[in-house]
């Protein structure tokens, strides 16, 4: 891969288990209706964005949300298990204050981020970070000199930050991860490389009000 691929990463729209702050991992949650106009919204603004492909992770909020850039732009929205969210085993369908009240131990070491830590049933940060970096780094491999979108989640997003900022994976996280937002990498055989981040302009204005209940 002698020519750099600009990747455009996304996270899914809102889900209402993301409003519920319940962990999702690999169920299958839906977007929202908000989560649904902020993909329409994400669409709009990617009108005039350069892209050869679009990828995306085949659990329902990110294929949601990549549908409605890929109607926008008449684009085939491929799907990759690759790109899913961490598995969070037992943890998946609660809340924060229910981990740690249900499972005290096992959510101090999921705070302390242990790389080789894995919930029962879940994946460790080192098996996930492997995982979806290879599946980026396969469709950025297709696309020499191309852009591409990927439609992920929130921990796929923060493993590619990571591996272009090399911030280790049991770092705390200063950063944003913002649904539906815009966050931009250039991708070599080198490596990745940061060029912007959170970028939500286009939800400006836009909140739970703003869609029937």
């Given at each position: 891969?002698?020519?750099?691929?600009?990747l455009?990463?996304?996270?899914?729209?809102?889900?209402?288990?993301n409003?519920?702050?319940?962990?999702q991992?690999?169920?299958d949650?839906?977007?929202?209706?908000?989560?649904?106009?902020?993909?329409e919204r994400?669409?709009?603004a990617?009108?005039?964005?350069?892209?050869?492909?679009?990828?995306?992770s085949?659990?329902?909020?990110?294929?949601?949300?990549?549908?409605?850039?890929?109607?926008r732009?008449?684009?085939?929205?491929?799907?990759?298990?690759?790109?899913?969210?961490?598995?969070?085993?037992?943890?998946?369908?609660?809340?924060w204050?229910?981990?740690?009240?249900?499972?005290?131990?096992?959510?101090?070491r999921?705070?302390?981020?242990?790389?080789?830590?894995?919930?029962?049933?879940?994946?460790?940060?080192?098996?996930f970070?492997?995982?979806c970096?290879?599946?980026?780094?396969r469709?950025?491999?297709?696309?020499?000199?191309?852009?591409?979108?990927?439609?992920?989640?929130?921990?796929?997003?923060?493993?590619?930050?990571?591996?272009?900022?090399?911030?280790?994976?049991?770092a705390?996280?200063?950063?944003?991860?913002?649904?539906?937002?815009?966050?931009?990498?250039?991708a070599?055989a080198d490596?990745?490389t940061?060029?912007?981040?959170?970028?939500?302009q286009?939800?400006?204005?836009l909140?739970?009000d703003?869609v029937?209940a």
């Open positions: 891969m002698d020519q750099a691929t600009r455009i990463l996304i996270r899914h729209g809102e889900t209402a288990w409003r519920a702050t319940r962990i991992g690999h169920t949650i839906p977007l929202s209706p908000l989560g649904l106009l902020q993909a994400l669409a709009e990617l009108a005039d964005e350069p892209l050869a492909a679009l990828y995306a085949d659990l329902s909020r990110a294929r949601q949300t990549a549908e409605a850039l890929a109607r732009r008449g684009l085939a929205v491929r799907l990759d298990p690759g790109l899913r969210e961490r598995a969070f085993g037992r943890f998946e369908g609660l809340d204050a229910q981990i740690t009240e249900g499972h005290p131990e096992d959510a101090e999921w705070r302390r981020r242990e790389p080789g830590f894995a919930v029962g049933g879940g994946e460790s940060l080192d098996d970070s492997a995982r970096l290879a599946a980026v780094r469709a950025a491999a297709a696309h020499p000199g191309q852009g591409i979108a990927v439609v992920a989640h929130g921990g796929v997003l923060d493993c590619l930050y990571r591996a272009a900022t090399q911030v280790a994976l049991d705390p996280r200063s950063w944003q991860l913002g649904n539906a937002t815009i966050n931009r990498l250039l070599t490596g990745f940061l060029v912007g981040w959170n970028d939500d286009h939800l400006a204005g909140g739970a703003d029937s």
